[in-house]
């Protein structure tokens, strides 16, 4: 029905919200579990699972989620506000002008970026 | 009789001031290093073809160097990309750099080009780095030893340094991130001595049917003014404030360069105009970290290699005397 909706090919009968409505009133009311028998109680699996077991298991798992979430985490990056070429100029300048520059062989990239 | 086995308190500190000592004088014999490496790129007679590699780009530079009657002659020929040839003559350097239709001549002075990369005076480094030997390596056919330029905190890089064992020559230099990786790299290829002291080459041979022109916006002026930075970044100090015409730009640029005697950063500061956009922000190029921002009516932008702290710390320093 969803499938249908979504292709605006859904035709809903005007009756059917009271037609579920009444289906609801007609089903019992149930205020407490069914009781369980004392044979069927879970203590077969007791030797395998105790307190602690469950303890390490609750902690693994969460572990687990919150090493999901870490790793999903999107880099967070320096804010870079500077346009690429606005800052160009300046860049160049300080390799002109430094006292101790490596970067003076590369100017010609600047220089022909710059034209 | 028994015998009385006593380990004095006297012994041990005898011991330890024995193995301070030691490591003082291991470190004192690494700065005597370091000086033989910053004098011998001055004073030997070389040449050479180096690589400087910073992330993508790499160039390949020829060099030349001659020392004679107490002065240096140094021609690099770059030989990736546009034709360029860098002249120095003692603190003097004359670049001619190929564009379009003719070669422009710009002028500089006072730079510490490779592989006369380390200052003279090596106090300054000595209060922002410490040094640890790595080892022996082979760099452009020559034995070099291996030293680490640590520094004493993250306001600089580190930076690895290859000296030629037998005449102290910086082979090699790379500047290291905090992580230990390669940022920048520079060094030799091939190098050999030289047993002339004959000056033929010290000639541009860069397009010579090109006419030669001075550029105009390398004419400077150095200037003192209100502006003052007074809580530099430790061991930083202020070592030039020139005014320079930046292309694009129509009010004239002060900037004012600082060192650690290694390291050096540039505050750019320029009057904001009607109509320009104020550029607010940092940026991060390999080694070069970026930092702009406006005080006063004016735009500031720090630039340097070293780390973006740095650049930061002194762009928010920033006063302007009243």
């Known amino acids: ?115 | 009789m028994s015998l009385k086995f006593v380990f004095p308190g006297h012994f041990l500190r005898v011991l330890l001031l024995a193995i301070i000592s030691q490591s003082a004088v291991a470190e004192e014999d690494l700065w005597a290093t370091m000086q033989k490496t910053a004098s011998a790129a001055r004073e030997l007679n070389y040449q050479g073809l180096f690589v400087y590699q910073n992330g993508a780009v790499i160039r390949s530079v020829q060099i030349t160097h001659i020392y004679e009657g107490g002065r240096e002659f140094t021609r690099n020929v770059v030989l990736d990309g546009r034709p360029r040839e860098v002249f120095s003559e003692g603190d003097d350097i004359v670049i001619f750099n190929a564009k379009n239709d003719k070669v422009v001549i710009e002028k500089r002075r006072g730079q510490n080009l490779f592989p006369a990369m380390l200052p003279t005076q090596l106090y300054p480094l000595k209060q922002n780095y410490k040094l640890k030997f790595v080892g022996q390596e082979r760099v452009a056919g020559r034995l070099a030893q291996v030293l680490d330029m640590i520094p004493n905190d993250n306001l600089r890089y580190q930076y690895r340094i290859w000296s030629d064992t037998e005449y102290g020559l910086l082979l090699k230099m790379s500047m290291l991130d905090m992580q230990g990786r390669t940022l920048e790299q520079i060094g030799f290829n091939q190098v050999a001595m030289l047993h002339t002291k004959d000056l033929d080459w010290f000639q541009p041979k860069i397009d010579a049917t090109k006419p030669y022109v001075m550029d105009d916006t390398t004419d400077l002026t150095h200037t003192e003014d209100n502006l003052v930075v007074p809580n530099l970044p430790a061991g930083y100090k202020k070592v030039d404030q020139i005014q320079l015409k930046v292309p694009g730009r129509t009010a004239p640029v002060r900037q004012l360069i600082f060192s650690d005697g290694l390291a050096s950063v540039s505050l750019f500061v320029e009057p904001m105009i009607k109509g320009m956009q104020p550029r607010v922000g940092k940026k991060s190029m390999g080694s070069t970290n970026v930092y702009a921002h406006v005080l006063n009516g004016y735009q500031l932008v720090v630039v340097g290699e070293v780390p973006a702290q740095t650049v930061e710390q002194i762009a928010q320093q920033v006063t302007f005397k009243k």
């Open chain 1, 1 to 115: 029905m969803i499938r249908d909706v979504l292709r605006e090919e859904c035709w809903v009968q005007s009756d059917m919200t009271s037609r579920i409505m009444a289906q609801l009133a007609d089903e019992p009311t149930m205020v407490a579990p069914q009781a369980v028998a004392a044979s069927q109680k879970i203590s077969h699996i007791r030797p395998h699972f105790n307190k602690y077991t469950w303890s390490i298991a609750a902690s693994v798992a969460a572990a687990f989620f919150v090493g999901l979430f870490l790793i999903n985490q999107p880099e967070v990056a320096a804010p870079d506000l500077i346009a690429d070429n606005d800052t160009d100029q300046y860049v160049l300048a300080h390799h002109n002008y430094a006292p101790t520059s490596a970067t003076y062989y590369m100017q010609n990239v600047a220089y022909n970026a710059g034209e």
